[in-house]
C-alpha cells in the first residue's frame, strides 16, 4: 500500500452515518488532518452511510434501542465498508461503540474531547429539582433514566430517541417536559439557543466515553496509521483506556445502565463509575486513583469491585 498522502485525485475518505452531529465530527477530523499535513479540504472526502439503524429508528422510534438490536445497528455497515476498502477512516462518537471491534479493525485515535457532562433541556424548568412531582421525562438512555429514577422515582419517563434536532422537536411538541442531550453534541453543533443546563459529574455521571471522537481504521493500513498519530490526542486516550476497560470488564452495552468518567491531574488518573438497575431502585459507585499508565487496570479493578458489590442478582435483569 502506497504511504504518498492524500491529494484531490485520490482523497482519503471518512465514513460516517449522516446525522447533522455525526457530519460535525466527520467534518472536525477532516479540518485536524488537513491541517496536520498542510492539506486542501479537496483531499478529503467524506462519505455518508446509511446504517441499519437509522432505517429501524424511524420505523420503531418508540421502542427501546435495546429491542432493536444495540450499538451495533448504527456501526455495522460503515464498519463493511472501511472492511471492504469502500472507505479508509470511519469516525464515531466513542460514547456509542461497543467495546470490541471486528477483526481487521482498530480504534485507537481520539480527537481532544469535548465538555463530557450531560445538559438537561427545557424550555420551562431549571433544572431536575425544578420539576414537578409525575413530571414526563423523555430519553432514550437506560443510563440516564436509571439515574434520573434513582434520584427522583417520583417522575415519568419516556422514550425519545433521535438525533439531537429531532429530540428538540418532541420536546417543543410537548411529548415530555424535559430531555437530556449531552453538552459536546450541542457545542460541535453550535447550538447556543438551546435552553441547556450543564449538569455536574457529582449529580449525573456521564457515559462511557461521553464527549470523545473515535477514529477507526483498518490494521494493516501503514499509511492511516501514519496520519492519525498526528490528529491523536494522548491524554483523551488515557483518560478512554481506563473508562473502556471498565465497560468491558462489566460487560457493559446499550442494555446495561454504567456510568464511568476519567480525569487527569499531574501524573495521577481518578475514576469514578456507577452501575444501577434499570429502574433507578438501587445504585453502586467508585472512586478511586492510579498513576496514569495504570489506568487500565484501575478500570478493570474497579468493574470487578463493583460487581462483588452488586452480589450475584444485581444483573439478573440482563438475561
Given amino acids: 500500500m502506497t504511504d504518498a498522502l492524500p491529494s484531490p485525485v485520490a482523497p482519503l475518505k471518512i465514513g460516517t452515518r449522516g446525522s447533522p452531529l455525526a457530519l460535525a465530527q466527520a467534518h472536525e477530523t477532516r479540518d485536524r488532518l488537513a491541517a496536520a499535513f498542510d492539506l486542501p479540504m479537496e483531499a478529503f472526502e467524506v462519505v455518508v ?25 448504527f456501526t455495522r455497515e460503515i464498519e463493511q465498508a472501511l472492511l471492504s476498502g ?7 462518537s466513542m460514547k456509542d461503540m461497543p467495546v470490541l471491534q471486528p477483526e481487521g479493525l482498530v480504534l ?3 480527537l481532544p474531547r469535548e465538555d463530557v457532562r450531560d445538559a438537561f433541556i427545557s424550555p420551562d424548568h431549571d433544572g431536575i429539582a425544578a420539576l414537578a412531582a409525575g413530571a414526563v421525562v423523555g430519553t432514550s438512555s437506560l443510563r440516564r433514566r436509571a439515574q434520573l429514577l434513582n434520584r427522583r422515582p417520583d417522575l415519568q419517563v419516556v422514550e425519545f430517541r433521535g438525533n439531537v434536532q429531532t429530540r428538540l422537536r418532541k420536546l417543543a411538541e410537548g411529548v415530555a417536559e424535559c430531555t ?11 447550538m447556543e439557543g438551546v435552553p441547556a443546563q450543564a449538569i455536574a459529574p457529582e449529580d449525573m455521571l456521564p457515559a462511557i466515553a461521553q464527549g470523545a471522537i473515535g477514529i477507526e481504521r ?9 496520519m492519525l498519530e498526528a490528529v491523536h490526542d494522548v491524554q483523551t486516550g488515557q483518560r478512554l483506556a481506563a473508562e473502556r476497560s471498565f465497560l468491558a470488564t462489566l460487560d457493559g452495552s446499550c442494555e446495561t445502565p454504567i456510568a464511568g468518567l476519567a480525569e487527569l491531574d499531574g501524573g495521577t488518573l481518578r475514576l469514578r463509575g456507577e452501575v444501577l438497575r434499570p429502574d433507578g431502585s438501587e445504585s453502586i459507585t467508585d472512586d478511586a486513583t492510579a498513576p496514569i499508565p495504570d489506568g487500565r487496570e484501575l478500570g478493570r479493578e474497579m468493574a470487578v469491585k463493583l460487581l462483588e458489590r452488586a452480589g450475584p442478582g444485581f444483573f439478573d435483569w440482563r438475561a
Fill in 86 to 92: 469502500g472507505i479508509d477512516i470511519a469516525v464515531h
Fill in 49 to 73: 452511510i446509511h446504517t441499519t439503524g437509522d432505517d429501524r429508528a424511524l420505523i420503531a422510534a418508540d421502542q427501546p434501542l435495546k429491542t432493536l438490536g444495540g450499538k451495533g445497528l
Fill in 108 to 110: 485507537d485515535t481520539y
Fill in 218 to 226: 483498518r490494521l494493516d493500513d501503514r499509511r492511516v496509521a501514519r
Fill in 180 to 190: 437530556f442531550l449531552a453538552m459536546a453534541g450541542l457545542n460541535r453543533l453550535a
